[in-house]
């Protein structure tokens, strides 16, 4: 009898270190799961501010091209008029910036 009781504390000690374990890889599994996803987040929310400084932009150019629809603008004035308030270029232009 002392013998099984022994057997059976040993086998409890075990079952229990096991699942100790068990429980710290699962946590550790969370938690590495868990700063990815913080990184994941971070990235995103410097992309949506970024689109969203962009949907400014973009707003701000209609309503420059609503207030000089009108106005008797050639082509070329309007393209300079552009360039100069909101550094438009065209795709196939390459753009230099002074240094600051």
Known sequence: MAKTNIRRRRA??????????????IAGIFLIQAIRIGRQNR???KQKE??????????????????????DLSREELIELARERFGLVFPDE??????E
């Open 43 to 45: 990235i995103l929310e």
């Open 94 to 99: 390459i753009l230099f910036l002074p240094e």
């Open 50 to 71: 970024a689109l969203e400084e962009s949907l400014i932009s973009e707003e701000e150019i209609r309503a420059f091209l609503e207030e000089n629809k009108d106005k």
């Open 12 to 25: 409890n000690k075990r079952a229990i270190i096991l699942a100790v374990a068990v429980l710290v890889i």
